[in-house]
């Protein structure tokens, strides 16, 4: 028994000569500060900026953001010139109209809607309330009412 032990020796010493060799290699490399990053670098901020515009929302009807840069953005014609910061409140008021714009077919004189149950002559104010995906166009009454729909 005593001789399988003195086998193991050689190479038990080998492990413990190889843990103790990497253990003082890495505290030797560590404190030279081979694995410490370099210090940051600084840069000159001079560069030009490039031209921003950023848009906050719509608060109290009035359109909010800030520019950067030669940023320019007009609004109805006219272009928004923004304070010393670069922001800018200017009335929303265009931008907040729904403008739809709706295509009849030609020769179609009524329209009604998919959902309803009555027809409109395509020029009423009733007929462009109806949503322009619901629309069903007829170009007589009698379409229409043999459709379903009534006046």
């Known amino acids: 028994m005593r001789t399988k032990w003195l086998d193991l020796a050689p190479f038990l010493g080998a492990?413990?000569?190889?843990?103790?060799?990497?253990?003082?290699?890495?505290?030797l490399v560590t404190e030279r500060g081979a694995l410490v990053p370099p210090p940051m670098a600084m840069r000159d901020a001079s560069r030009p900026l490039v031209p921003t515009v950023?848009?906050?929302?719509?608060?109290?009807g009035s359109l909010r953001g800030s520019m950067i840069g030669s940023a320019r953005i007009f609004l109805d014609?006219?272009?928004v010139v923004p304070d010393q910061s670069g922001a800018?409140?200017?009335?929303?008021?265009?931008?907040?109209?729904n403008n739809i714009e709706i295509t009849v077919p030609e020769g179609m004189r009524f329209v009604a809607s998919r959902r309803g149950k009555k027809y409109y002559p395509v020029d009423s104010a009733s007929a462009s309330?109806?949503?322009?995906?619901?629309r069903v166009y007829f170009s007589t009454a009698e379409e229409a009412v043999g459709a379903g729909y009534r006046r």
């Open 77 to 79: 014609g006219q272009q």
């Open 88 to 97: 800018f409140l200017i009335p929303a008021g265009s931008l907040l109209t």
């Open 15 to 27: 492990i413990l000569l190889a843990l103790v060799c990497g253990y003082l290699l890495g505290r």
């Open 129 to 134: 309330a109806l949503s322009p995906a619901n």
């Open 54 to 60: 950023h848009l906050d929302g719509v608060y109290n």
